[in-house]
């Protein structure tokens, strides 16, 4: 990563060279968007509804797009062929700026506006893993793709002391999300995933599944629908869907990957395919 290229407020340069004002407020509040895009063989995937998602996020927090669409695909496109093309993760971050610290600007400053690329291992394989329940401790407007992701990365350092590859959060009884991901649960065959609200992330895979298979529900999951489940799985741009077969250490079902996950999953790819 060190050798790659980024952006940065309109140039191209070295990742190890770029650097960035320690009073940008992206560094200082957290007050900053992104966004994190997987490029399958050189193409970003579905690039259209990440751009959506990032305006979405950026009217949510009171800031202004900075570029036009067919800028923020010029970037992409670019940034992907500067790092080689193939398959990689493209990582956007818009910033209100840089200015001295207080809550509210004294007056309008130039956004801070940066992209980075990485490779991206697509797995080969299903690879189950282990999850346990956290308490959903974060604030109220989740929908919004913020950096400031600190109860994130608690739940997440929870989960990995106990074992586990992600945290699955709990809110009144009720599952929202993953600590990074969305949450889906199988029972008799029905799949479940918890309604769109502003207590969770709509995710951009998660969305797809909810197109390609008419058989996702979006309803509440309690958290005991979440124990008896047949299934579980979580899904996320970057490790597309992933089973879960151990929670809080009881088996998930059987404790194999389900039916219902491998048909799916077999959608899913599919559809990636043809794009």
């Known amino acids: 990563m060190e050798s790659s290229i980024c952006y940065l407020n309109g140039n191209y340069q070295a990742l190890a060279d770029t650097r960035v ?9 957290g007050d900053a968007i992104y966004e994190v895009v997987p490029v399958f063989n050189g193409k970003p995937f579905r690039l259209p509804h990440h751009l959506d998602r990032l305006r979405a996020s950026l009217a949510a927090a009171l800031m202004d797009d900075p570029l036009s669409r067919s800028e923020w695909i010029e970037l992409s496109d670019r940034l992907v062929a500067e790092n080689g093309a193939g398959d990689q993760t493209l990582y956007i971050q818009v910033t209100r700026g840089v200015a001295p610290r207080d809550h509210v600007l004294a007056s309008p ?43 994130n990365v608690i739940a997440r350092a929870q989960a990995a002391q106990r074992g586990a590859q992600e945290a699955i959060l709990i809110r009144d009884g009720y599952v929202t999300e993953g600590a990074a991901s969305n949450i889906f649960v199988v029972s008799g065959g029905r ?7 502003p207590l969770i992330l709509p995710g951009i895979t998660r ?22 489940a047949d299934e ?20 998930v079902g059987n404790g194999t990957v389900g039916p ?8 899913y790819q599919a559809y990636k395919a043809t794009r």
Do not use: H, Y
């Open 109 to 151: 400053v130039a956004q801070t506006v940066f992209a980075m690329s990485s490779p991206l291992q697509v797995p080969r394989d299903v690879s189950p893993i282990d999850a346990v329940t956290v308490e959903d401790q974060r604030w109220q407007r989740c929908d919004i793709k913020t950096t400031s992701l600190l109860p």
């Open 191 to 197: 799949i479940k995933t918890p309604p769109l609200s």
């Open 232 to 251: 579980v799985w979580v899904t996320s741009s970057g490790r597309e869907l992933v089973p879960v077969t151990r929670l809080d250490g009881d088996v």
């Open 207 to 228: 969305d797809l599944l909810v197109e390609l298979d008419p058989r996702v529900a979006e309803e509440p999951v309690s958290v005991q629908e979440l124990r008896n």
């Open 21 to 29: 004002s320690v009073l940008d407020r992206g560094f200082i509040f």
């Open 260 to 267: 219902v996950f491998l048909d799916t999953r077999a959608k």
